[in-house]
């Protein structure tokens, strides 16, 4: 959080499952401020491990990490 108010990126990938809170977590709370990035959720599991989670959140999409490409951040981001 401290990262991305400091450096203001136009996207973030962000990691599902964190140490502390979860990717849904801070998805919510990056969506919540002011001129928020644009979010992509990563994981080495399936959206569909994560049920409606993925579908419910703020982030732009959904890539699993084994297909994780610059064409693939593209299709959502664009």
């Known amino acids: 959080m401290q990262a991305v108010a400091a450096l203001r990126p ?3 990938l962000l990691d599902i499952q964190l140490p502390d809170l979860d990717g849904f977590e801070v998805a919510r709370q990056l969506a919540s401020g ?3 990035p644009k979010i ?3 994981s080495t599991r399936r959206a569909a491990a ?3 989670r993925v579908e419910a959140s ?6 699993a990490k084994t297909s994780l490409s610059g064409a ?3 299709a959502l981001v664009a």
């Open 34 to 36: 002011t001129e928020p």
């Open 40 to 42: 992509v959720l990563i």
């Open 10 to 12: 136009a996207i973030v």
């Open 72 to 74: 693939a951040l593209s």
């Open 58 to 63: 703020p982030a732009r999409g959904f890539i």
């Open 50 to 52: 994560y049920g409606g």
